[in-house]
């Protein structure tokens, strides 16, 4: 099983509101991440999980708070977010992390987030 | 700093043509890089990916790639495309910084397939 899933696939949300973008993988990787894709970017990395640990914060605003329960989960947690920061959100697996150079990172589909 | 170049934004090609992706890449050093396709509202998916060993690449799909050193390039081939394979294209180098080992994506090419 090489699937990586995330929920809910769209989001509506308002500046006030709080949301959590869920993220889950079951192939024992040890290294999980967030990035943002605006449209006909690349994607842009956020965040990195290392062992459950957060390895890299690639100077993302206080109103993304990433959350990592455990090895199989991980969580982005939303509030007061601006519009600009409408895009999609992709969740990935790796089985090294930050200190594997030839890791292949699982990405799974996607949360198309709209913030109003 | 390691990076990747993909200049071509969009390749329009009709049905069964043969395709090239180009890729170029800076690095002074021990260099892995990686294809991937993003489908239209997916996620990404891994085509292939060279580390070491042949500089021939084979992937999914029908696709393979060439590393060529001296001319520090990574082009993605498929010999017959198919309407299926209207996608966006990255190329990416695993890249030492801050300490860590990141996924840097090049601006990614557009694959255009007409009937």
């Known amino acids: 099983d090489t699937e990586v899933t995330q929920t809910p696939k769209h989001l509506v949300m308002g500046m006030t509101n709080k949301k959590s973008l869920k993220c889950e993988q079951h192939?024992?990787?040890?290294?999980m991440y967030w990035y943002k894709q605006k449209a006909k970017k690349p994607p842009e990395l956020m965040f990195v999980y290392s062992y459950e640990k957060l390895s890299i914060n690639e100077s993302v605003p206080s109103r993304f708070s990433p959350e990592c329960p455990n090895s199989s989960l991980l969580n982005l947690h939303l509030h007061a977010l601006q519009p600009e920061d409408s895009a999609l959100y992709l969740c990935?697996?790796?089985?090294?992390?930050?200190?594997?150079?030839?890791?292949?990172?699982?990405f799974g589909p996607g949360t198309r987030l709209t913030v109003l | 700093a390691q990076s990747v170049t993909q200049l071509d934004s969009q390749v329009p090609v009709f049905e069964e043509a043969p395709v090239e992706l180009r890729c170029n890449y800076s690095?002074?050093?021990?260099?892995?890089l990686f294809w991937y396709v993003q489908y239209p509202n997916q996620g990404l998916q891994l085509l292939l990916k060279?580390?070491?060993?042949?500089?021939l690449v084979k992937g999914i799909n029908g696709f393979e790639a060439e590393f060529n050193k001296s001319q520090t390039s990574f082009h993605l081939r498929k010999p017959s495309v198919h309407i299926s394979d209207t996608a966006e294209y990255f190329c990416?180098?695993?890249?030492?910084?801050?300490?860590?080992?990141?996924?840097?994506f090049g601006s990614g090419t557009r694959l255009l397939v007409r009937p």
């Open positions: 690095s002074s050093v021990s260099v892995y």
């Open positions: 990935a697996s790796s089985q090294e992390g930050t200190s594997g150079a030839t890791d292949t990172q699982y």
């Open positions: 990416a180098v695993s890249a030492w910084m801050d300490s860590s080992y990141k996924l840097i």
């Open positions: 060279y580390l070491s060993g042949s500089t």
């Open positions: 192939m024992g990787h040890r290294a």
